[in-house]
């Protein structure tokens, strides 16, 4: 077949522990990570030349080498020569959803949706854990994206323990549109102010690893508690975002006046997310939110947890 289109879901993070630092540069974290049904819709095709092309309805996403599905097919063509010249290059669409600069993994699930789409199109047979194994050339988040649903993260975020699914469960995600963090930033400003209280040697650093997998919200979630879950959400990164964007604050602090599971920032933010355990309950603080703080650049979202990451689109 000549083209395909994909689903690509935003990931949201119920737990984010910075334990200390790698030797390749990164952090290692201990992270849970969630699917949710806010999702791009990419579509992958043969354009008969030997280019690569991206094109995405949103501003704010570049088109050229530096986007992140222009990697995913540049990595195909790369690993997979034969089939690059026998098929041709590829011209990706992105349709985004999904909020940029926001800590929901957008460029990451595009990469995903590529890898996905483009071993399918090429007929190359991979698996999906041979997928992964590309996407975490691509960044840490990609490997989640591709299979989705709930997972226990460790390392950088690429190594992958699935967990029972949430799929009953529903969020509102409140995002500023004129608001953006860099995540590199994120990561940054942490290790420059917690550095010292970072875990460096490789016994100490296998048993917070450990931990993670017996920890209280990973109980909570084996139990499907969701008034647990909502009291154990965690994000090391909101001691450096929160103090630097004060209207985040006050977005999170405006969230937790309302009934729901429990509220977080997501990732490196801004966005913040309120767990929910109905989809009346998140239309409920939908709209109180939106009466609280009626300022038009914030963006709202009532959307649900799902069981799945990459999907093709019927
Ligand atoms: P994460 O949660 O993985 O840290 P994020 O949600 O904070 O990611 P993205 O939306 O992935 O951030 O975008 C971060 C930057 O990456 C953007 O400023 C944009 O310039 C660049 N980018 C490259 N490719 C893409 C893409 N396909 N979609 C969105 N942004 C992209």
């Not at 992105?94 to 929901?104: F, H, W």
């Not at 990561?187 to 450990?210: C, H, M, P, V, W």
């Not at 999170?252 to 977080?264: A, K, W």
């Amino acid at each position: 077949m000549q083209a395909y289109s994909l689903i690509a879901p935003a990931k949201i993070n119920l737990y984010l522990e910075i334990i200390g630092d790698r030797p390749d540069g990164y952090h290692e974290l201990a992270m849970v990570l969630q699917s949710v049904a806010l999702a791009d819709h990419i579509t992958v095709r043969a354009n008969g030349t030997e280019r690569i092309q991206v094109h995405c309805n949103h501003s704010e996403v570049p088109a050229d080498q530096t986007n992140l599905a222009y990697k995913a097919v540049a990595l195909m063509a790369n690993q997979f020569p034969d089939a690059f010249s026998q098929f041709g290059g590829v011209e990706v669409t992105i349709d985004k959803s999904i909020p940029v600069g926001a800590g929901l993994a957008g460029g990451s699930t595009n990469a995903a949706a590529v890898l996905v789409g483009v071993n399918l199109m090429w007929g190359l047979g991979l698996t999906q854990v041979e997928i992964q194994e590309l996407g975490a050339k691509l960044g840490s988040d990609v490997p989640f994206c591709v299979a989705g649903g709930t997972a226990i993260a460790t390392g950088r975020g690429e190594k992958l323990s699935p967990l029972p699914s949430l799929d009953s469960l529903h969020v509102v995600l409140a995002k500023y549109r004129s608001l953006s963090v860099s995540t590199v930033w994120a990561y940054k400003t942490y290790r420059n102010q917690f550095s010292s209280s970072y875990i460096s040697d490789d016994a100490g650093l296998e048993e917070r690893r450990q931990r993670v997998h017996s920890g209280a919200i990973v109980g909570a979630i084996a139990q499907h508690d969701g008034g647990a879950i909502g009291k154990l959400l965690h994000n090391d990164l909101e001691k450096v975002v929160l103090p630097e964007y004060p209207k985040v604050t006050q977005l999170r602090e405006t969230l937790q006046l309302f009934n729901s599971l429990g509220v977080m920032m997501s990732g490196s933010g801004p966005t913040v997310f309120a767990l929910a355990e109905s989809q009346a309950q998140a239309e409920a603080i939908s709209s109180q939110l939106r009466a609280a703080l009626p300022d038009p650049d914030l963006e709202i979202w009532a959307t649900k947890l799902i069981a799945n990451g990459i999907q093709l689109a019927h």
